[in-house]
């Protein structure tokens, strides 16, 4: 079945350091990609998304590229905020069917 | 703009008791599902449905029942709440493909469940 597989946590970064956040999939079918964020005590925001290979998805300075050949989405920002500290999930979509990484926690220090 | 709502934020049972949670969304989206959040294993799918009248089953199923008589609600029955069950619940739903590209799922704010 459908896997996702996201770098584990917690991260600690310094304000205005790079983050990625590695996430590598198994599917059967063309699945579509996401980040979503969840920020303390709140329910998951999407990100970003692509729908196909190749496809990049990018907002708020973060950004993933659909990679077919490497079954990769990794998240990247070049430059981090306090306010980005969240636990960022990906996940897969296929058939309807939403299948998550475990989550990354992401700590941001002023 | 309401979106995904799901009643009630926190509730503790004792085990045995049943519980419904409430999820409607005012978009009109087709899809909806539950899913369950527990500490390093992401979210799991619980139940889902497709459209009004039409449900199937998820991930982790045991112990749940879903319904769907209309568009816009799609409760989650425990039937006899067990403490494997505390976790936090988060309901979604989005439209079916448009143009044959799948949908982002829209989240509520979650239910904190606590089975005593």
Same mark, same amino acid.
């Given at each position: ?110 | ?65 879903? #319904? ?6 799609? +409760? %989650? $029955? ?6 494997? =069950?505390? #976790? ?6 989005? +439209? %079916? $493909? ?6 982002? =799922? ?9 089975? %005593?």
């Amino acid at each position: 079945g459908d896997s996702v597989t996201q770098m584990e946590g917690p991260v600690t970064l310094s304000e205005e350091a790079f983050l990625t956040i590695n996430c590598t999939y198994t599917a059967t079918g063309y699945p579509s990609l996401f980040w979503y964020v969840q920020y303390p005590g709140e329910g998951l925001q999407l990100l970003l998304k692509a729908t196909k290979a190749d496809d990049k998805g990018s907002n708020k300075g973060f950004e993933a590229t659909y990679r077919k050949e490497t079954t990769s989405f990794h998240l990247e920002k070049g430059s981090v905020q306090v306010s980005d500290s969240a636990v960022y999930f990906c996940a897969l979509l296929d058939d309807y069917k939403l299948s998550f990484g475990a989550g990354t926690t992401v700590t941001v220090r002023a | 703009n309401a979106g995904v709502t799901q009643t009630p934020k926190f509730q503790v049972l004792k085990t045995g008791q049943s519980m419904t949670l409430q999820c409607a969304q005012d978009m009109n989206h087709e899809y909806m599902s539950w899913y369950r959040q527990d500490p390093g294993m992401g979210l799991r799918l619980i139940h889902y449905s497709v459209g009004a009248g039409i449900t199937d089953q998820g991930e982790v199923p045991n112990g749940y029942n879903v #319904s769907r008589s209309t568009t816009e609600d799609f +409760p %989650l $029955r425990l039937l006899s709440a067990a403490p494997s =069950q505390t #976790s936090v619940y988060f309901c979604a739903s989005s +439209p %079916l $493909r448009i143009s044959g590209s799948n949908q982002p =799922q829209h989240f509520g704010d979650g239910t904190r469940l606590s089975i %005593l």
